[in-house]
């Protein structure tokens, strides 16, 4: 029956060859601008590290208190970044499996290679628990340990590209690197690795960046070599003394800090720890007000530093009402054209055809438009990708790309949608009286 | 002509109708929140940022192995690097003038604080830019002085990058000055920086400087710069440089050469992503506004392709009424209906659907816009689109249907005798 079916809604679509066309395209147009514009949102809103993002927390402690807040503020949120002396307290404790404070550097680093400039490494100062902690994967080598951390070692992690840039590609684990003028030993070698969004650091690189990290060094090493930080200060009042010092010394908000946590028990744990700790700073007399501390999880915290750019949802959900115009007028032109064969059902309900059958006939004809706009869709959606580039900002744009799933989705879209569409015209036809349609004929 | 007819013939059509009221209604809200967006989008592109940006460029780059910039020596030797190029390139032929500098207007490195007019006030009366800089500042930029005087080269003061200290005289921008003093009197006035004690005096105020922040957060105090003669000494400098007219590119090449052969231990190979090398300012404008033109045509791409698939389900849907009655309008002819009475009557009958689609389109319109306000802390949408949009989906309505309709007006009138 189904071949029949499909038979007949080909020769239906054929017959009135503009009206299907003009469903095709609207269709086609309305699934690739979702498409388009959700790969876009798929790309930057998704899960960076799915195995693990539900052990990764941000604490955050209020070392400003309520006069830290403007006048308009009234979330009570305390800073979404350390200031030095709590997160190297926090480190110092080290109350969870791991953690890592983390600072963005840009270091000038001297290539091997003779006859060629310098070049700067953008990257992080961060803990050696900062690799196990986020599965960074390596090529070559490995992390440093926490012996390294400790004796502040002029070691160094590198990512690829900057290894082919420095030294022209290959195995250089051992060999030093100079940055900032100091020499380093270089450790390990990333292997391709650009989570998008950059979340262990969205403070300091707002979610998004072309390169990624490339270079990574002891958070230890950098402060005792002076590396300035490269990312957002944010002081609620100028420090006291001048320089990099001065920063440490201050209770400016520069440091991001991430740990790992692996049961609801060890989050209460730490989450205790963090309140403790901001009250033993009160008793201390550093903090006038009570504890106002954070232990946000990975992905609400993303949420809550706005990593999605408010841009991609407002296209999404343009692009997602477009699509729901273009089904609207689908469904105008389908009831028209389901409602011109209404002697055709007549006659087929009066030769036996049952309410279901006709059912089955237009819905397959309705699934067959949408198959016809999702393969349309499947073309305009490419080029629509190919155009984001320079429609969106290109460190976003970049995300967006073709991938089997993004295929299967735009044919189901577009398929079910129009389907849906279909739906109700179906029941006005199914609905059709075969003795009213014989009659006036 | 009588409407009545035209209403009891739509309720033949309920489904019809309601679907073409319904994509039309969409349409308008969607189209108008749109354009909403595309225009404010155009306005904040347009706006001028008050340097003048012919023929200026800017140069980022970092010493290798310099000082830290931590303790007063080291500062020192800094700052010597800064001014030897600072020399290097006041020296070129093709360069005109050249001021350090810490950001310019839409390079989105901003350096913030707030101001007060009274000393230790706790919450600040004004946001502001910093801009840092020499004697030659507003010339280089091009900036106009419209009271008061500039910097002289005595009254330049240099300090580490995270030095303290807030200077003894500032220029404003005068949207600044009129917020602070708003009887227009803030010439030689004593304003306070970052809730500190230390005095600063207004000498001098210019027509317009931007801030460097483009994203919206910049918005509530986008004309707020206060300019600074203090050059900012680090292993980062920026400089911005302003060749002779026509001669950018040669300037920049000069520049480029000039100072890698004065030191060649320095960053400044083109990597603008990490903010380093040498740029025409038109870069600088072009990467600020890029996501703002990119999301405007975007809107205008998605406008289009709505408007054209509404006009394309008029035209269905009409086509298909007018199949289906034909033999109506056969009788209508043969009884002396002329063929403008059929074609206003399709006319009519689709001012009629298009008219309640705009109404109930209007509402969605605000409703959305009033959503989106909330949601993305958009602004409230002038009425004025609205208005606009009604017009424009009425005519787009009215465009539409003509072509079936005039098929519908050649009905000739022996189709009344046709038995379907």
Redesign the interface.
């Known amino acids: 029956m189904f071949a029949y079916y499909l038979d007949l809604a080909l020769r239906s679509l054929k017959r009135h060859k503009a009206l299907t066309g003009l469903m095709i395209i609207t269709i086609g147009f309305g699934v690739a601008a979702s498409m388009t514009t959700w790969s876009v949102f798929r790309a930057v809103s998704g899960d960076p590290i799915p195995w693990k993002s539900s052990k990764l927390f941000v604490p955050q402690i209020d070392n400003w208190g309520p006069a830290g807040h403007g006048p308009k503020d009234t979330s009570n949120e305390p800073p979404d970044a350390m200031d030095y002396t709590d997160a190297v307290a926090l480190m110092r404790d080290h109350r969870a499996k791991y953690q890592s404070a983390m600072y963005q550097i840009g270091s000038a680093v001297t290539p091997q290679r003779v006859g060629q400039h310098p070049i700067t490494a953008g990257g992080e100062a961060v803990y050696s628990e900062f690799f196990p902690m986020l599965d960074v994967p390596f090529k070559y080598g490995s992390g440093w340990s926490a012996a390294d951390d400790e004796h502040r070692a002029q070691v160094a992690v590198i990512s690829s590209r900057l290894n082919d840039k420095a030294f022209g590609g290959g195995d250089n684990v051992g060999k030093t690197l100079s940055i900032d003028g100091h020499e380093f030993r270089v450790v390990g070698i990333l292997d391709d690795w650009h989570p998008q969004p950059q979340f262990y650091d969205v403070v300091n690189t707002g979610g998004f960046s072309e390169g990624g990290g490339s270079l990574f060094v002891p958070f230890t090493t950098a402060i005792a070599n002076s590396m300035n930080n490269n990312g957002n200060t944010n002081c609620n009042a100028t420090p006291k003394e001048p320089g990099f010092i001065g920063l440490q010394h201050s209770e400016c908000a520069w440091i991001a800090f991430m740990v790992q946590l692996e049961n609801a028990n060890a989050v209460r744990d730490y989450k205790q720890y963090l309140d403790n700790y901001a009250a033993a700073q009160q008793q201390a007399g550093r903090f006038t007000w009570a504890p106002n501390n954070r232990l946000r999880g990975l992905m609400d915290w993303l949420d809550f530093e706005h990593v999605v750019p408010s841009d991609t949802k407002i296209s999404l959900y343009v692009a997602l009402g477009l699509l729901l115009v273009c089904l609207v007028n689908t469904a105008g032109l389908l009831l028209a054209k389901f409602l011109r064969r209404s002697s055709e059902i007549g006659v087929r309900r009066a030769l036996g055809a049952s309410r279901r059958e006709i059912y089955t006939q237009f819905l397959i004809e309705s699934g067959m438009v949408g198959l016809a706009g999702g393969v349309l869709g499947l073309v305009l959606t490419g080029f629509g990708i190919a155009g984001v580039s320079w429609v969106l900002p290109r460190d976003i744009a970049a995300l967006a790309h073709i991938d089997v799933s993004l295929l299967i989705t735009t044919l189901i879209v577009a398929i079910v949608a129009t389907m849906l569409a279909g739906l109700y015209p179906t029941m006005r036809a199914a609905a059709v009286q075969p003795a009213w349609q014989l009659k006036s004929n | 002509m009588k409407l009545h007819p035209i209403i009891a013939a739509l309720k033949k059509h309920k489904?019809?109708v309601t679907?073409?009221t319904?994509?039309i209604a969409?349409?308008l809200?969607?189209v108008c929140?749109?354009v909403f967006?595309i225009g404010q989008r155009v306005e904040r592109v347009h706006r001028p940022s008050g340097i003048d940006e012919q023929n200026l460029f800017l140069i980022q780059q970092?010493?290798?192995?310099?000082p830290?910039?931590?303790?007063a020596a080291s500062i020192e030797k800094l700052d010597a690097m800064q001014r030897s190029d600072l020399a290097t390139l006041r020296g070129l032929p093709d360069v005109e003038s050249v001021t350090a500098i810490n950001s310019l207007p839409l390079l989105d490195s901003s350096w913030t604080g707030g101001v007060g007019l009274k000393p230790d006030q706790?919450?600040s009366t004004e946001h502001a830019a910093y801009y840092f800089g020499d004697e030659q500042m507003i010339k280089t930029l091009g900036l106009r002085l419209i009271a008061g005087r500039n910097f002289t080269s005595s009254e330049i003061t240099n300090?580490?990058?995270?030095?303290?200290g807030e200077p003894p005289m500032i220029i404003v921008t005068r949207a600044l000055a009129d917020k602070l003093f708003p009887k227009g009197d803030a010439l030689g006035k004593t304003v306070y920086l970052?809730?500190?004690a230390i005095p600063s005096t207004i000498i001098g105020i210019v027509e317009r400087m931007q801030i460097p922040a483009s994203g919206s957060w910049g918005n509530s105090f986008v004309w707020n710069s206060v300019l600074q003669p203090v050059r900012l000494d680090?292993?980062?400098t920026r400089t911005a440089v302003r060749a002779r007219p026509g001669r950018l590119d040669a300037a920049m090449s000069e520049a480029r050469d000039a100072l890698?052969k004065d030191n060649?231990?320095?960053?400044?190979?083109n990597?603008p992503?990490?903010g380093?090398g040498i740029m025409p300012f038109s870069e600088v404008r072009a990467r600020a506004y890029?996501?703002d033109i990119?999301?405007a045509?975007?809107?205008g791409?998605?406008c289009l392709?709505?408007l054209c698939?509404?006009a394309?389900?008029i035209?269905?849907?009409t086509?298909?009424?007018v199949?289906?009655r034909r033999k109506q309008i056969g009788i209508r002819r043969a009884l002396g209906a002329t063929r403008n009475d059929i074609l206003r009557y399709f006319q009519t009958e689709n001012l009629m659907i298009a008219g309640a689609g705009v109404v109930l389109g209007a509402i969605l319109a605000v409703g959305l816009n009033l959503w989106?306000m909330k949601?993305?802390?958009m602004d409230r949408m002038s009425l004025l689109y609205v208005l606009v949009g009604i017009v424009v989906l009425m005519l787009l309505g009215q465009g539409a249907v003509f072509a079936p309709a005039r098929r519908a007006s050649r009905v000739s009138p022996v189709e009344a005798t046709r038995s379907?």
């Open positions: 489904a019809g679907l073409i319904l994509q969409l349409t809200a969607i929140n749109a967006i970092a010493y290798v192995g310099a830290t910039g931590d303790d706790q919450h300090r580490g990058f995270r030095g303290v970052d809730g500190l680090a292993n980062y890698f060649p231990m320095r960053v400044m190979e990597q992503d990490i380093i890029r996501a990119g999301m045509i975007l809107m791409v998605i392709i709505l698939v509404t394309a389900g035209v269905g849907l086509s298909f009424w199949g289906q989106m949601q993305f802390a379907v």
